[in-house]
């Protein structure tokens, strides 16, 4: 099987939407270049994206970790497990990340993380090794989840919303109006107690979200191969 060549675009943002850490932190200013370069987005995208790649890079590590969980673990209306806005705790999820996680396999790829295979970020590694139109069309069928994601984050004036109009963008798609309301239309009042917010989750069997001390298991293996594009092998995507 021909590897594709790394997209490295899609890495950096699958990057951005990893658990903060010091290694990602001073990778920042190289992640910013490739996106500040990349002409599959609209200028404004690209400027849209630097308040962010400006935060991951100076900001307090703590503070920014404590944001990352507070926005995407311990919020279901913004989880970046894409399966839980498509069927939440239904049967029907489980056989999707089977069905998924056979794709990654099929291709090659094995994620080598305790995050699960519908993971944002582990979506966005293995799209980057895939053609551009395979990789189009798998963001394609998201981007209604995207988009909602991308408005909810913007409610809370998140820079993280940036990075979801550069994916819907790049999957060259228009979301679907009714699907981003219908998704929209669902509870978005998380709540900010950590008492209540561990509630919410202690019927979950599954951990969502990197380990907290050991960052995003993404970032050596993408940032080894941010300068010159190359294949990707299968068992780089290491913890």
Not at 66 to 94: I, N, P, Q
Not at 120 to 144: I, K, N, Q, S, Y
Not at 148 to 159: C, F, T
Not at 194 to 210: C, N, Q, S, Y
Request: glycine fraction near 6%; aromatic fraction near 6%.
């Amino acid at each position: 099987m021909e590897a594709a060549l790394q997209d490295r675009t899609l890495k950096a943002l699958s990057l951005l939407l990893c658990y903060p850490s010091a290694e990602l932190q001073q990778a920042m200013p190289e992640i910013g270049g490739v996106l500040a370069s990349e002409t599959r987005l609209t200028a404004l995208a690209r400027r849209d994206l630097r308040p962010l790649v400006e935060a991951l890079g100076t900001s307090d590590l703590f503070d920014l970790q404590e944001l990352y969980v507070m926005l995407f673990d311990r919020s279901k209306s913004l989880s970046l497990t894409l399966f839980e806005h498509v069927h939440g705790e239904s049967r029907d999820r489980g056989g999707a990340m089977v069905d998924l996680l056979e794709t990654y396999r099929a291709a090659g790829f094995e994620p080598a993380t305790t995050d699960l295979p519908d993971h944002l970020p582990v979506l966005l590694e293995f799209l980057a090794t895939r053609p551009p139109g395979e990789a189009r069309e798998m963001l394609a069928d998201a981007a209604h989840i995207l988009a909602a994601l991308g408005k909810r984050l913007a409610r809370r004036e998140s820079h993280y919303s940036a990075v979801f109009e550069a994916l819907v963008q790049i999957a060259g798609a228009t979301a679907d109006a009714e699907a981003v309301a219908e998704i929209l239309a669902r509870p978005d009042t998380d709540p900010t107690d950590l008492e209540a917010l561990d509630k919410i989750w202690e019927e979950t069997e599954v951990t969502f979200g990197p380990d907290p001390n050991a960052g995003c298991p993404q970032v050596r293996d993408i940032l080894a191969q941010m300068d010159t594009p190359k294949p990707r092998p299968s068992d780089t995507a290491a913890e």
